[in-house]
């Protein structure tokens, strides 16, 4: 079946432009992550949404993230006001559920802020 | 969170097994030891996660010290396609940190043919 598929997978934006990413997991998982990986840099939650419940945003860094997931399936992603600090790859993943310990990535879209 | 240290990198020839270690000193005790791997230009994939107990599966074994302070990864017959960079992670377990991976710098496997 399809995996995790994201879009767009490169964006070069400008500073200070807000930016949507997007994030379709796999049909049927319950779980969404969002992730980012710098150069260089390890991986880093963000946040996080399962079923219903309120999602947890205790990894965004700034309250310049926020992130919606529509009807339980697809996420989106958004930065306001890019700074050149944001510029990584951003990483969706899902899960079957909360206690699922296998997550499933997709390919990431790599955010470049000029 | 566990902190983890891995070596930054590893040889192998193809056909022979490979033993990656990750210390996990800090780990608490309902945190389980994750593993993935990363291709480049790709999104981690999942490896195999195990609590106390050795686990096997598909891909590789997971060797867990008694203590669980570290673990080994073993790829019983390394492969070209094995080449990527392999990441240990403490959790997600219980509490706060369920569903959070973090990944430190990981191991980067260079496969000979």
């Known amino acids: 079946g399809a995996g995790v598929s994201q879009s767009p997978s490169n964006k070069v934006t400008e500073k200070g432009k807000d930016v949507e990413l997007r994030c379709d997991p796999i049909s049927g998982h319950t779980a969404l992550y969002w992730y980012r990986q710098s150069l260089g840099q390890g991986l880093e939650f963000l946040i996080y949404?399962?079923?219903?419940?309120?999602?947890?945003k205790s990894g965004l860094p700034s309250d310049r993230f926020s992130a919606e997931r529509t009807g339980g399936s697809v996420s989106t992603l958004t930065i306001q006001r890019t700074q050149q600090e944001d510029s990584a790859v951003y990483l969706c993943a899902s899960s079957s559920g909360l206690y699922s310990y296998e997550q499933y990535f997709g390919p990431g879209t790599r955010l470049t802020v000029t | 969170d566990a902190k983890t240290t891995q070596p930054n990198s590893m040889e192998s020839n193809e056909e022979e097994p490979v033993h990656l270690p990750c210390n996990h000193s800090t780990i608490s005790g309902t945190d389980y030891i994750h593993w993935y791997r990363q291709l480049p230009s790709q999104g981690p994939e999942y490896v195999i996660h195990g609590l106390t107990s050795n686990v096997n599966n598909r891909m590789a074994s997971l060797a867990i010290a008694e203590d669980r302070k570290s673990s080994t990864l073993i790829l019983h017959r390394a492969t070209l396609r094995d080449a990527a960079v392999y990441y240990c992670t403490g959790g997600p377990g219980g509490g706060t940190s369920y569903g959070k991976l973090t990944f430190g710098q990981g191991t980067i496997l260079t496969v000979h043919p």
């Open positions: 949404f399962q079923g219903n419940s309120a999602p947890d």
